[in-house]
């Protein structure tokens, strides 16, 4: 792969890095604002990093197929959540892969997995490399492994203008698919936070939630058929609206995490580009009274693009609030028709629990609360970057639960999670410099939000990983115990799945194995992502 490169150990690309002077500046500012942090250390250079040697050697009669190089294996070795990027930032890269594969087509799909099932080695399919739970680590001891990077895969293959569905390639980001359907005057839709890296492929292998806050929630929704590589043949669906033929072969690829098969391409769903949109800020002196209005406006068949609601340290955190109320950030839009009629209803269920809303504007843009949020959502992933250099701990968790317990759920996690903050940070619990723990609904269904909580605290130099690991395994036995789900759009990977594990029923995780051992006997892909191969 050539040109502009990525960081090798964290959000964005090389040139996109701070430089000494705007970390230290960057450092004031954060504890001015936190009143915690520290001064502002750099990352370990790419060519100070020490890696294992590789215990594969790349066959010279398939030329450029695979690589050793450094910066390959690097770049590939972990994904993007914080105990990766403070890994990566000092340099520790303890699972690198032995080789790096950039297949161009299928062909040279199934010509790496037949190598590596003769070479004994394992395979990890590569998209964006954004996973947050493990994902794309292997984890694997003595086994060597290839990453299996798709994104020369990135094509948008054909479009059926009548029915509204594209055929993409698995290794198209965000950016790159929705600039080839522009062209037609359509788009996906589908925005998740890491749009600007993460692929199809990756989005479908991890169903991934995206743009729209209710309906069209998440990936799944968007899929017409999808078609995968297996060791084992070639597994592909009919593209169908919908069918009732036994069990959908595309929801067992959707979520599949690349145990089953190496996802190909896609049919999606796509549609005219949005010509009408609104949006507007509501604030809400109570939080529980905020989420009552969220329910109503979900069950309302209004179906908002946008129903994301702040809780007051949210809004404050972001710069979207003062601090002293919860903000609702409410849109909608259309490609056909005016959408003034159902953002005015909407807004009138908001005002009936208490919520004032702000100036209603045309899509968020701007310097009100909505555009201060939005620039503040898709700026996060790089200021990650910057808190791990300055001594912050900054790092999420999401779940879903039912609106009858949410209440119950929603103070027993916010509790857990400070509880252990208290036992694992030095500082103190209330006041300035007090850690923050703040919760935000990403989206919403007519039987339950799903809560995404962010954490900001003093981080133990040096001990980043072990005090992080700490709050999350707190987090998610609150999160197991009371009934949610151990993730709603970032995967499992490798991170979730000791409660993962105890989340789906054993009979299910049988036939998964059973489908697994059909499809991989070696147990070539992704081994320890979702099962263990039999």
């Known amino acids: 792969m050539t040109g502009r490169r990525l960081k090798h150990w964290g959000w964005g690309y090389e040139d996109q890095a701070p430089s000494r002077e705007e970390l230290a500046e960057a450092a004031t500012g954060i504890r001015e604002r936190l009143g915690f942090g520290g001064e502002p250390e750099e990352p370990v250079p790419l060519d100070q990093v020490e890696i294992r040697p590789s215990r594969l050697k790349a066959p ?111 290794g198209a980001t965000g950016p790159r698919l929705e600039d080839q359907l522009r062209e037609q005057g359509l788009t996906l839709r589908h925005f998740p936070q890491s749009f600007e890296y993460s692929t199809l492929g990756g989005w479908v292998a991890t169903r991934a939630g995206g743009h729209f806050a209710t309906l069209y929630t998440h990936i799944d929704d968007l899929v017409e058929s999808v078609r995968a590589i297996t060791p084992r043949g070639t597994w592909e669906s009919r593209r169908l609206p919908g069918s009732g033929a036994g069990p959908s072969p595309d929801r067992m690829l959707i979520g599949s995490e690349g145990i089953l098969g190496v996802i190909a391409e896609a049919w999606v769903r796509v549609r005219p580009r949005p010509e009408f949109k609104a949006s507007c800020g509501v604030e809400f002196g109570d939080f529980l009274a905020a989420a009552a209005a969220v329910r109503e406006i979900s069950q309302s068949s209004l179906y908002p693009s946008n129903c994301r609601l702040l809780d007051a340290l949210e809004a404050a955190t972001t710069g979207a609030g003062s601090g002293e109320s919860s903000l609702l950030v409410l849109g909608f839009e259309s490609a056909h028709h005016p959408v003034d009629a159902p953002m005015e209803l909407a807004l009138e269920i908001a005002r009936e629990h208490g919520g004032a809303p702000g100036e209603v504007r045309g899509g968020g843009k701007g310097s009100d609360a909505v555009g201060t949020w939005r620039n503040a959502f898709l700026l996060a992933p790089y200021l990650r970057d910057t808190f791990v250099a300055c001594g912050v701990l900054s790092e999420t968790f999401e779940t879903a639960i039912t609106w009858d317990r949410f209440e119950g759920f929603h103070a027993n996690a916010m509790e857990a999670v400070r509880a252990k903050i208290a036992e694992v940070c030095d500082a103190p619990t209330e006041g300035p410099g007090a850690p923050r723990v703040s919760c935000r609904f990403t989206h919403v269904y007519p039987d339950g939000p799903a809560p995404y909580i962010t954490v900001m605290a003093p981080a133990v130099r040096g001990g980043e990983v072990e005090q992080w690991d700490e709050i999350k395994a707190a987090a998610s036995e609150a999160v197991i115990e009371g009934g949610g789900t151990i993730t709603h759009h970032h995967a499992v990977g490798r991170d979730h799945r000791p409660w993962y594990d105890q989340q789906r029923p054993a009979p299910f995780a049988a036939g998964l194995r059973a489908a697994k051992a059909e499809l991989d006997p070696a147990g070539l892909l992704n081994p320890g992502v979702l099962i263990d191969p039999a």
């Open 60 to 170: 010279a009669d398939l030329g450029d197929l695979f690589s050793d190089q450094k910066y390959e294996r690097v770049s590939r070795a972990l994904g993007k959540a914080y105990r990766d990027v403070v890994r990566g930032f000092r340099g520790q890269f303890e699972n690198p892969p032995d080789l790096v594969a950039f297949p161009r087509d299928e062909s040279e799909i199934e010509v790496v997995l037949n190598w590596c099932e003769a070479e004994g080695a394992a395979v990890i399919p590569f998209g964006g490399g954004t996973s947050v739970v493990g994902g794309v680590e292997g984890r694997l001891g003595e086994r060597p492994f290839v990453s299996l990077d798709l994104r020369r895969l990135d094509r948008v293959l054909e479009v059926d203008a009548k029915s509204l569905a594209a055929r993409i390639q698995a």
